[in-house]
């Protein structure tokens, strides 16, 4: 082995590339294309070549036509609260070393800092937000996914399927559940139950009031005075809404879906739909996400569908649904605590000392539920029609002919099925935020100056909880509210 002094332009153009860190390394490894002297055996010696400064030190050897080269830089110290992580990157060029010449590929090797993912940025909310704009009933409903993004995947599977090739299908789109997703079903379950069951007690002492003509409501003691009515009689009315004493379903809107023993089986047609139970839509969701209910049985596969573009060549044979479960008193109970129907009748009041208390937990219970359903819409499938408010959990939508919306004519009945959204499965029902519950009522000429909040969220913020930072920029805290004379003076 033969010590030699050198230029270490390897050394150079890996310190000016990228940033240094204390005991880097460069490693070089390329097949042979150097010139060497006659009198040294590239092909199988070492070589050990350092700089006069001692500071820096490059070895190379030379096993059978590979060149391994390991470079140390010396550079600052660095934070011991923060942790570091390798960092590759290639560089192609030659190394000069007096009478050998070294050209290929290298692979540098450094630390990197690594991002403390424990850490969480803080969201920052703007300081107020207008609420989303009402759609239009005379025109369909944007698609959530860009439609030249549906195009694109169409297209891809069109030139499989002509190719003869079948669609690659992941968990759950083959028919299998996917095991990390099976508590958030049970999470999302649970808190369903807990929200009808806190809503059906602070019903009982915080008043709602909703519009017999239109879907408005108002949590307060008495309705507001705003001219937004859109009934079908509002222009006798001026726009004023015709008040009447609201229930659970108009806070926590009702979206049923179909529940299916095997959703990858046949389709509902419409002479058949009345062979299958309308469930929460929610409830089917968490079904089919992996949750096991007695009273809504549900086909668990082993073997995934195989699928050739939009035929399926193999679904495991058609599977007869098991009889209908025979419901005991304890199932009947079970079945009425997912539902909201007269769920203000058997729950009863609450004592004032808990109000509070129910209040925080339904409005948890809330977040966790909106969570839990984004993130299971995520893997699973769940479409919505185009014109109404149809939703169907599965893979594709039935064929009953009950959409009465927009140019139904047109589609005999059948609904426009497209991706749905988490705000088509639980609708939020805007309505105004009182600053003084039991206040004056609110006023048309200040409608500019009021925010809005979801219907749950109101309910549970008179009832005393604590409102998520997210809803306070739409509900418009910060805004004082004029009088009426002041009210035109106002920018």
Known sequence: MEMMNIRDTHADKCSSSHQCYPQLHGICLKENKMNYSPGCDAQNCGLNATRGHGKEMLKIAFFSGVCLGIKDFKTPKLLASRSYGLGLKFWQGHIQTGQPKMSGTFLCVSQKSQNDS??????????????????????????????KKIQEAARNDKKLAQMGIEKPLEPPKNGLLVPDLVPVAYEVLDAWKVLIRGLAQLLHVIPVHGCSECSEIHVAQCGHRIKDCRGQSSLKRQGLHTWVKGS??????????????????????????????????????????????????SRRRTNPIRMIGKKVIDRGGLVEEPAPFHRSSD????????????????????????????????????????????????KYTVKACGYCSEVHVGPWGHNAKLCGEFKHQWRDGKHGWQDATVEEVIPPNYVYHLRNPKGPPLRNALKRFYGKAPAVVEVCLQAGAKVPDKYKPMMRLDIVIPDSEESRLVA
């Open 331 to 378: 199932s009947s109970s079970l079945l009425m605590d997912i539902d909201t129907h007269e769920a203000f009748k058997r729950y009863p009041p609450p004592q004032l000392s808990d109000i509070p208390r129910i209040g925080q937990e339904t409005i948890d219970a809330y977040e966790v539920v909106r969570w839990g359903v984004r993130k299971l819409m995520r």
């Open 248 to 297: 659970i379903n108009d806070v926590l809107i009702p979206i049923e879906s179909y529940h299916l023993y095997d959703p990858f089986g046949r389709r509902i047609k419409h002479e058949t739909r009345f062979s299958y139970d309308r469930i929460p839509a929610v409830v089917e969701l968490c079904i089919q996400a992996g949750v096991d209910l007695p009273e809504y049985p």
């Open 118 to 147: 424990t850490f969480k940025k803080p969201t920052a909310y703007p300081q107020n937000v207008d609420l989303p704009p009402i759609l239009p009933r005379k025109k369909k409903k944007p698609y959530p996914i860009p439609f």
